[in-house]
């Protein structure tokens, strides 16, 4: 079992930048890709970026492309997520995920495990 712990939301002015943490504990070392999501009201969960366990493949949604920079550090089992020049559409619910495939996915239903959220409001 694996637990992922996110923190790091909160509000933030348009344009303005954040850095959300999964701290993971348990059995870290069956995860291998780790991937961010978000989830606005009313809309579904949305992929956002993901990374594998060296660190040296990352993938992002069109959408964050240039504005979002996923990292890892092992030694800590941290992901992060820095968000700059954010925009009111990136408002939503933010969660980590883990997953024990070593293929890159985008659908969360492929992800094995999952922190709580950390809300963070962009305004305008």
């Known amino acids: 079992q694996v637990h992922l712990v996110e923190s790091g939301g909160g509000l933030v002015q348009a344009g303005g930048s954040l850095r959300l943490s999964c701290a993971a504990s348990?059995?870290?070392?069956?995860?291998?890709?780790m991937g961010w999501f978000r989830q606005a009201p009313g809309k579904e969960r949305e992929f956002v970026a993901a990374?594998?366990?060296?660190?040296?493949?990352?993938y992002y949604a069109d959408s964050v492309k240039g504005r979002f920079t996923i990292s890892r550090d092992n030694a800590k089992n941290t992901v992060y997520l820095q968000m700059n020049s954010l925009k009111p559409e990136d408002t939503a619910v933010y969660y980590c995920?883990?997953?024990?495939?070593?293929?890159?996915?985008?659908?969360?239903?492929?992800?094995?495990?999952w922190g709580q959220g950390t809300q963070v409001t962009v305004s305008s």
């Open positions: 348990g059995r870290t070392s069956r995860t291998y890709y």
């Open positions: 990374i594998n366990w060296s660190g040296g493949s990352t």
């Open positions: 995920a883990a997953d024990r495939s070593i293929s890159l996915h985008t659908n969360p239903a492929a992800y094995d495990y």
